[in-house]
Structure formats: structure tokens, C-alpha cells
């Protein structure tokens, strides 16, 4: 298994005080043949940057593989050797979901600190997970 993962840089990020001329992200990313975003505003401002945020503390979402590549400018593929080298965004779970996603409520979306965007899932506990087709 191949796990990806990286911070998601916005203009916006704040800055570290003891060095203002430095800023960092609240947003990360991962891909393990399905996407996940992960936000750490909330921890940040309720513990700051220094210090140990309870496990579990930060808000994580099922993405769309090609939300993770827009936002990072990286491109992710399958295959090579014998398979042929294909978008990991083509076999993207997400991409293909029919099933409703009215359990992304108004509540869940305000309480991401960002907007959510279609199709995305809010992870709140294991079973949230997207993994059928």
C-alpha cells in the first residue's frame, strides 16, 4: 500500500508568532486509493500551534482524488510494470458514489470551518467511510 500525504497551503494560513514571516497550514491531505482531508483550525485555535491536540481532535473528510490533486497540484496514478498507467481519479469511490449524501448536513458542513464541498463525507466516526461502488 502506498499512503500520500501533505499540507494544503492557503493565503490565509496564520502565521507563527515568534516568526511572523512564517505561516502554516490547517489543512491536510492523504490518498490511499481514496482521498481524506483533514482540518486543524479548530485544534489550533483552541490548543495553539505548540501544543498537543487530543487524538482524534481534528475534523477528517472523504474527498474526491481529484479535490486532493486540485488543491495540491500533484497528479496521482495506478499501474506501471504490466498494467497500463491510469488517473488514480478514474477508480475514485467517491467519483462514482450514488448513494445520498443528505447525511452531510448544514450542521456538519458549519461545523467544518469550511464549506464542504458536493459529494465529500464527513468523517465522524469509521462507518462514514465511503467503500462500495
Do not use: H
Not at 68 to 93: I, K
Amino acid at each position: 500500500m502506498q499512503i500520500f500525504t501533505g499540507p494544503i497551503f492557503e493565503e490565509d494560513d496564520p502565521v507563527y508568532k515568534p516568526f511572523p514571516k512564517i505561516q502554516y497550514p490547517v489543512r491536510f491531505w492523504k490518498v490511499i486509493a481514496t482521498a481524506y482531508m483533514l482540518d486543524q483550525s479548530e485544534v489550533i485555535a483552541q490548543f495553539g500551534i505548540e501544543a498537543t491536540a487530543p487524538f482524534g481532535a481534528y475534523k477528517t473528510f472523504q474527498v474526491k482524488v481529484a479535490e486532493v490533486e486540485r488543491l495540491s497540484g500533484l497528479q496521482f496514478t495506478s499501474g506501471g510494470g504490466v498494467d497500463p498507467v491510469q488517473p488514480l481519479s478514474a477508480c475514485d469511490l467517491l467519483k462514482k458514489k450514488k448513494r445520498s449524501t443528505a447525511r452531510l448536513s448544514i450542521a456538519a458542513q458549519e461545523s467544518a470551518g469550511f464549506d464542504v464541498p458536493e459529494g465529500d463525507v464527513v468523517l465522524n466516526e469509521l462507518d462514514d467511510v465511503y467503500l462500495d461502488e
